[in-house]
């Protein structure tokens, strides 16, 4: 696998952010945006190509991948946003394209309805958007956190792999999977991986759901057809709730369309991201 590396640092809010632009400087800008448990690494194959055409912004949020990991660190939806929107404005970027993947959904939809980002137009993959959310495993790591802090490192690699794992339906490439998982592992990583979860707070999308009505942007809601941890259902519910919105479902994909299906999910932002407007 070729490495995918972050070049830069914004010192946020909330830790360091590492990020990275692909492309020529003064393109179209796009900006993209992970969940959760992953990173910026997703993206890697649908930035590379987009940046064939735009100039691609992609971070790791606080908490996630090569950015600040640390004790006591707030990492919760409410914080990623306004993190985004420091983003934006150091970034010097307006209105720019954004597809959101997962958690990163909530971050764009809480950085434009709670803080005033504004995006050109807005592709929602897979997100986490509508209650309720989080499956038994997440609510039960989320209740227990401490105690899952001091599982033993072989014990902690087994669960994040197999809930890793879980996100895809074709299976990851091995490669794929070491490269998601690694972030995780060490000691920094382990607690910060129960610390996510435990901020993971259905709060922070009952605040903003009910405005999903005002949204004024062309609006792409992209969603694996195979989804075990989001049923496509939620989908057409989140479309629906959005003026204007089309649902683009994407056959044999499950939550991580980046990994499953990337050729697939590439040709539908390019074409979304290329409508007139």
């Not at 910026?40 to 735009?54: E, G, I, N, P």
Request: charged share 20%; proline share 7%.
């Amino acid at each position: 696998m070729s490495e995918w590396q972050l070049t830069d640092t914004f010192p946020s809010t909330s830790g360091d952010v590492r990020w990275a632009s692909l492309g020529k400087p003064g393109r179209d800008p796009v900006v993209l945006l992970h969940g959760t448990p992953f990173s910026s690494y997703v993206w890697r194959a649908v930035a590379r190509a987009l940046a064939r055409s735009h100039q691609v912004f992609v971070w790791d949020m606080p908490g996630y991948g090569a950015s600040e990991k640390s004790a006591g660190q707030d990492v919760s939806l409410a914080t990623q946003g306004r993190v985004f929107t420091e983003l934006l404005a150091h970034w010097g970027l307006d209105e720019p394209l954004v597809a959101a993947h997962d958690f990163g959904g909530a971050v764009s939809l809480r950085a434009h309805l709670l803080h005033g980002a504004r995006y050109r137009a807005l592709a929602l993959v897979d997100p986490v958007a509508l209650a309720p959310w989080g499956s038994p495993f997440f609510r039960l790591v989320g209740e227990h956190s401490d105690v899952f802090e001091q599982l033993p490192p072989a014990l902690h690699r087994a669960l994040v792999r197999e809930y890793v794992s879980s996100a895809s339906s074709p299976g990851l490439h091995p490669a794929v999977l070491d490269r998601l998982t690694r972030p995780w592992l060490d000691d920094l990583g382990q607690a910060a991986f129960y610390r996510q979860i435990a901020q993971a707070d259905q709060r922070y999308t009952d605040e903003v759901q009910d405005r999903y009505g005002e949204l004024s942007m062309p609006t792409l809601v992209c969603w694996g057809e195979d989804d075990s941890w989001i049923p496509v259902a939620k989908g057409r519910e989140l479309a629906a709730r959005i003026p204007g919105a089309r649902l683009e479902p994407i056959a044999g994909a499950g939550h991580l369309v980046q990994e499953d299906a990337p050729a697939e999910l590439t040709a539908a932002l390019m074409a979304f991201f290329q409508e007139p407007r």
